[in-house]
């Protein structure tokens, strides 16, 4: 007897995003039509989402700092699912993938966004789907961490106690700044480009490079170097 096999989402012929259950194209809903005119633009769309990662960010990090680290935690993946989203919805998504994005009908999870994400703007670099070494013993993926702290589960207290058993496991207030500091940085080079006229994979190429680490610029140093002295004439 063969397996049972599962069933193939079909196509909605409404939307190009397998397991999107609307009834009609996002685009004919009003209130979509209405955040499309809002959030469509992408100069609009980065302003608003610095604006709103600001705002969390300073709630979230007062958190950290007067060690409420459960209430951190359970936060944490907003911000990065902000970000996230918003590099694909702007250099990745279709017209109608952004028309489903900003509907907010599901699907419309972070995993998805952060594999096409760390596929071409983070260059495969990301590490929120990669194993990592646990506190005392086993593996865990970070992305999987991020849905245990926003469903507020039972996991998660366990993560949380143990990390204030483990206090070099936290990171430091300033750190945390540090790191919304430099997404806000990235959205202030976004929104700029856009506002000076230049077309999405021109910014896209800034984004990919404000995204490398500096070991990849020392290695591309290295390489010009080896290159000019392969090319420099015998003495």
Not at 19 to 44: L, N, W, Y
Not at 51 to 58: H, N, P, S, W
Not at 216 to 222: A, D, I, K, L, R
Request: proline share 6%; glycine share 8%.
């Amino acid at each position: 007897m063969k397996p049972a096999q599962q069933k193939q989402k079909k196509a909605n012929p409404h939307c190009p995003v397998l397991g999107c259950r609307t009834k009609q194209p996002h685009a004919d809903d009003p209130i979509v039509k209405g955040m499309i005119a809002e959030f469509g633009p992408p100069s609009k769309m980065v302003a608003w989402v610095r604006a709103a990662i600001v705002e969390l960010g300073r709630s979230i990090s007062r958190d950290l700092a007067e060690g409420k680290y459960f209430a951190w935690f359970t936060r944490m993946r907003q911000l990065e699912e902000l970000y996230v989203r918003t590099l694909y919805a702007l250099f990745i998504a279709t017209d109608k993938e952004l028309h489903h994005i900003i509907s907010g009908d599901t699907p419309n999870g972070l995993a998805g966004y952060y594999r096409a994400v760390n596929k071409l703007v983070f260059e495969g670099r990301g590490l929120l789907l990669d194993d990592q070494p646990g506190l005392s013993y086993g593996t865990f993926k970070p992305m999987e961490t991020l849905h245990d702290g926003a469903h507020v589960s039972f996991k998660a207290f366990l993560t949380v106690i143990g990390m204030k058993k483990n206090p070099e496991f936290l990171p430091s207030p300033q750190t945390y700044v540090q790191h919304l500091v430099t997404y806000c940085k990235y959205l202030d080079y976004m929104e700029g480009m856009f506002n000076a006229g230049k077309e999405k994979k021109h910014v896209l190429d800034g984004v990919i490079n404000l995204h490398r680490p500096a070991s990849y610029w020392q290695e591309q140093q290295t390489k010009a170097k080896a290159a000019a002295a392969a090319q420099a004439p015998a003495t």
